[in-house]
């Protein structure tokens, strides 16, 4: 069967991508994706992928049978699902990634965190599966993680261990909390992506819960925020021209258009792209040309701090426990969706809003956490400022969007963990 030619793409088509995208304020939606890790509950191993009791694949079809909806299969693996509570997919070595469907509120999005949650740790209980609540194994040995069954693993795996000392332990021992939202014109975009760039040592600060690995203390407060830093650095941390003066959607679109493609997807599956920049790639035509679902491949496989598909992407949090997981969302909607937080954000984080200090910022977050610095401000004070931020943005929310005190009760809860001194008023 001669396969069909594809669109050839041009880079007016890609910076109309994400113009496509542009959302009125009124129509803003917000989502958060959840990585989880199980470990038998008797033996304290990593969960493999098969398995009548204990077993990834038995999670995904306990949940499936509670919760409804559609299987997805490669071959014969059962490696996700997709139903109207949002989706699940698997991470590289057995991590559960919960993703919501976009949602009108904060409110909202706790009602489906909650019902995940719930036919989660039910489907723990009847497996015999104990999910862990932080963002790094702490006890299992990297050579003892299982590997799941899926295509982009087996290329990613070969890819990014030649390229980072930690990529393994990247892909199959760390979890995260991720956060979506909307922009609305190119300057709104801009605005959002600085905004949460120069906040990521704060909430890399605020949200650090990964201390151990290897059944030790690593050092770290964060030890995924340091496993990142050493995983690909051609599309890990943030570039430096995102720091420029001129930065925005072109800036953005020509930096990920020149990074290095890590696949492509043909008629029989994913295949390797070789490590070819997006950018030569589209010199290519005929039946070798690259497609807009080769576009939103490679732009998944950019794992900078903030990154941009039809809506922005933050990243900076680790997996928090079930009491502060929705803090995340808070933080980021307070800020992100509020015009006033946008800019005293940038206000708030000048003296590190260069690359160099900025990546300083990082290093001092990942190691010391809420203790560390950001050009010699402490975390500490930065953090206090940033949550007292978004507590004011969310109750200025407009009226649809739910019960803000529910909002932010999360945001008191961590900064009374941290002992934060915030503004509540």
Not at 170 to 194: G, H, L, N, V, Y
Not at 397 to 405: F, N, Q, T, V
């Amino acid at each position: 069967m001669i396969e069909k030619e594809r669109e050839v793409l041009t880079r007016e088509r890609l910076l109309g991508y994400f113009e496509e995208a542009f959302t009125p304020r009124d129509r803003w939606l917000l989502g958060m994706e959840i990585e989880t890790m199980g470990v038998d509950a008797g033996t304290g191993a990593r969960i493999p992928y098969n398995g009548r009791r204990a077993s990834v694949r038995a999670c995904l079809e306990l949940y499936l049978e509670r919760r409804g909806g559609d299987p997805v299969y490669e071959g014969e693996n059962l490696i996700g699902l997709d139903g109207p509570w949002g989706t699940i997919t698997l991470e590289p070595g057995g991590q559960v990634e919960w993703s919501s469907h976009p949602c009108r509120d904060l409110a909202l999005l706790a009602d489906a965190l909650d019902a995940h949650l719930r036919v989660l740790n039910e489907a723990g209980e009847a497996l015999g599966i104990r999910w862990l609540d932080v963002a790094v194994d702490p006890t299992t040995p990297i050579a003892e993680v299982p590997w799941m069954p899926k295509a982009r693993y087996k290329i990613l795996r070969r890819y990014l261990g030649e390229r980072g000392r930690l990529a393994h332990r990247m892909m199959t021992q760390t979890t995260s909390i991720q956060c979506a939202f909307d922009f609305a014109d190119p300057e709104d975009w801009r605005s959002k992506f600085r905004a949460a760039a120069l906040l990521a040592p704060v909430a890399v600060a605020l949200f650090a819960n990964s201390p151990e690995a290897d059944g030790k203390p690593t050092g770290y407060r964060s030890f995924r925020q340091a496993i990142w830093r050493e995983t690909d650095p051609e599309r890990c941390g943030l570039p430096a021209v995102v720091f420029t003066p001129g930065f925005g959607l072109d800036a953005w679109l020509d930096w990920v258009l020149g990074t290095p493609a890590i696949f492509l997807r043909r008629a029989k599956g994913l295949i390797p792209a070789g490590g070819v920049r997006f950018d030569k790639l589209m010199a290519r035509t005929g039946c070798q040309a690259v497609g807009i679902d080769d576009w939103e491949l490679h732009i998944s496989a950019i794992f900078t701090e903030v990154r941009s598909y039809s809506y922005l992407e933050v990243r900076s949090a680790d997996l928090q426990p079930a009491t502060t997981m929705l803090a995340v969302p808070a933080l980021w909607t307070g800020i992100l969706y509020d015009q006033d937080n946008l800019a005293a954000s940038a206000d708030l984080c000048a003296g590190h809003a260069t690359h160099d200090g900025w990546s300083e910022a990082m290093d001092s977050a990942a190691r010391n956490g809420i203790e560390g610095t950001a050009d010699a401000q402490p975390l500490r004070a930065l953090g206090a400022r940033a949550v007292s931020l978004a507590i004011a943005g969310l109750r200025r929310r407009p009226a649809h969007s739910g019960d803000p005190e529910r909002a932010i009760e999360p945001l008191v809860a961590l900064s009374e963990r941290l002992k934060l001194p915030i503004d509540t008023a």
